[in-house]
C-alpha cells in the first residue's frame, strides 16, 4: 500500500532559522503531492501543491518544496521561519494523476513546528 | 464560495447517545472526504464518497459509525452510541477532478463524550 513518511515528528527552531521538513512517499507511478498546514486549533490549509512540470514548486507565506523522484522525496523548505509558522504540517501524496478518478490522499503522520520569537 | 460548511463546530454529549454530525461540500466537487484527528492517532480516513456513493469505508473504526451522502450537497457522518473515546476532531474534505483532487478542509467539529 501506498505510504508517506514524515521523519521529524516535532522540530524546534528559533526565529528566522531555515526550515526543512523531509517527506517520502512509497509509489513508482504518477504522483501528485501536497503540503497542508494546520495553525493551532484550525482546519488544515494548502500550502503548495506539486502535479508535474518544474520539481521546485513555490507556496503561499514563502514556502516551497522540491520534487526528487529518484528519491521520492517532497521536502519542504522556508530559508526564514517566523514565530508565526509555529503549526503542524502535513505531507500527502494523491496516486494515479489528475486525470485518473482515484482522488484518496495519503497523509504522513505530521510534524509539529515551534518557532520560538 | 463559502468552503466546505460543518455543523456542529463543538459537540459535547454523554456516553451512549447518538451523535450526528453534517457536512455541506463545496458546489461542484464530486468527492467527499470523512477525517478524525486525535493526539494520539493523528489524522484518520474514516470513508470517502465519490460521486454519492461510498468508495472506501475501510477507516470507519467499527459498527457505531456510519456515514451518508444522500445527495451531493450534504452528507452526515452518525455514532451510534457514543463512547468516550471517541471524542476527537472530525473534518470533512471535498475535492474533485478539476482542482486536481486537491482537498478542501471544513473547520471540524470538536466533539466530546463525556
Known amino acids: 500500500a501506498q505510504s508517506v513518511s514524515q521523519h521529524n515528528h516535532h522540530v524546534i527552531l528559533s526565529e528566522a532559522a531555515s526550515l526543512e521538513l523531509g517527506c517520502n512517499y512509497s509509489y513508482g507511478g504518477t504522483v501528485n503531492l501536497f503540503w497542508y498546514v494546520q495553525y493551532p486549533g484550525q482546519h488544515l490549509q494548502l500550502l503548495l501543491k506539486y502535479f508535474s512540470g518544474d520539481p521546485l514548486v513555490k507556496g503561499i507565506k514563502g514556502f516551497e518544496a522540491e520534487f526528487i523522484k529518484s528519491k521520492f522525496s517532497f521536502n519542504l523548505r522556508k530559508p526564514s521561519v517566523q514565530w508565526s509558522d509555529t503549526a503542524e504540517y502535513f505531507c500527502a501524496v494523491n496516486v494515479g494523476g489528475v486525470n485518473t478518478g482515484f482522488q484518496k490522499l495519503v497523509f504522513g503522520t505530521g510534524t509539529r513546528l515551534l518557532v520560538s520569537p | 464560495d463559502a468552503g466546505v460548511i460543518q455543523s456542529p463546530r463543538h459537540e459535547v454529549t454523554e456516553m451512549g447517545q447518538e451523535v450526528t454530525l453534517r457536512c455541506k461540500p463545496i458546489s461542484g466537487h464530486n468527492s467527499l472526504f470523512w477525517y478524525r484527528q486525535t493526539m494520539m492517532r493523528g489524522l484518520e480516513l474514516l470513508i470517502y464518497f465519490n460521486n454519492n456513493v461510498p468508495i472506501d469505508d475501510s477507516g470507519m473504526p467499527e459498527d457505531r459509525f456510519s456515514a451518508k451522502m444522500p445527495n451531493a450537497s450534504f452528507s452526515t457522518l452518525k455514532i451510534q452510541p457514543s463512547e468516550p473515546r471517541d471524542s476527537a476532531v472530525y473534518f470533512c474534505?471535498?475535492?474533485?477532478?478539476?482542482?486536481?483532487?486537491?482537498?478542501?478542509f471544513g473547520p471540524g467539529t470538536r466533539l466530546t463524550v463525556l
Open positions: 474534505a471535498s475535492s474533485s477532478r478539476g482542482s486536481g483532487n486537491e482537498q478542501f
